[in-house]
């Protein structure tokens, strides 16, 4: 099928996995996106095919009135300035579990003893002892609570993580 017929066959009735023009935030233009997800016959969700960005889908004329009432442009690669974070968000700190908050304490209080230059560095492949200190890329430093088939579980300063190991 050419990009002519296509094309026409997207602009009769959106479907997941068809194209739909959407504005990109992530690019500042309005670009062909794919359909990733609906509700009834309205898109709610898009991909976009220039960055592979997933987002809210926002109609073209959604964008340009909302430019409109600002003032302002829509697009053109204008450079964004940095928006200064909103008083309610910047009031609100993030609850954390009472869940969380033992598992952190709990890693505090064994990290207090643990000796970090012994630390094995995380992989995939390590075999890892009960107690042992491993020093995780993301997670930071963790010890080994548990092992099992192919995998262990290590508690951090997040919480539990369980991740594979011998492979």
């Given at each position: 099928?050419?990009?002519?017929?296509?094309?026409?066959?997207?602009?009769a009735l959106p479907a997941v996995g068809r194209d739909v023009e959407?504005?990109?935030?992530?690019?500042?233009?309005?670009?062909?996106?794919?359909?990733?997800?609906?509700?009834?016959?309205?898109?709610?969700?898009?991909?976009?095919?220039?960055?592979?960005?997933?987002?809210?889908?926002?109609?073209?004329?959604?964008?340009?009135?909302?430019?409109?009432?600002?003032?302002?442009?829509?697009?053109?690669?204008?450079?964004?300035?940095?928006?200064?974070?909103?008083?309610?968000?910047?009031?609100?700190?993030?609850?954390?579990?009472?869940?969380?908050?033992?598992?952190?304490?709990?890693?505090?209080?064994?990290?207090?003893?643990?000796?970090?230059?012994?630390?094995?560095?995380?992989?995939?492949?390590?075999?890892?002892?009960?107690?042992?200190?491993?020093?995780?890329?993301?997670?930071?430093?963790?010890?080994?609570?548990?092992?099992?088939?192919?995998?262990?579980?290590?508690?951090?300063?997040?919480?539990?993580?369980?991740?594979?190991?011998?492979?």
């Open positions: 099928m050419t990009g002519i017929h296509r094309r026409a066959l997207d602009t959407a504005w990109c935030a992530k690019c500042g233009f309005a670009l062909e996106h794919v359909i990733v997800a609906m509700v009834g016959q309205t898109v709610v969700q898009v991909r976009c095919r220039t960055c592979g960005g997933t987002h809210k889908y926002k109609s073209t004329r959604e964008v340009a009135a909302a430019a409109a009432k600002a003032g302002r442009q829509p697009g053109a690669g204008e450079a964004k300035a940095p928006r200064a974070p909103a008083a309610s968000k910047a009031a609100k700190v993030p609850q954390e579990s009472a869940e969380v908050r033992a598992a952190r304490a709990l890693w505090q209080r064994k990290m207090a003893t643990a000796d970090r230059a012994r630390a094995t560095r995380y992989a995939a492949s390590i075999q890892p002892m009960l107690g042992e200190l491993v020093d995780h890329a993301a997670f930071g430093f963790g010890i080994v609570e548990q092992t099992m088939d192919g995998k262990a579980q290590f508690l951090f300063e997040q919480g539990y993580k369980v991740l594979i190991t011998g492979r």
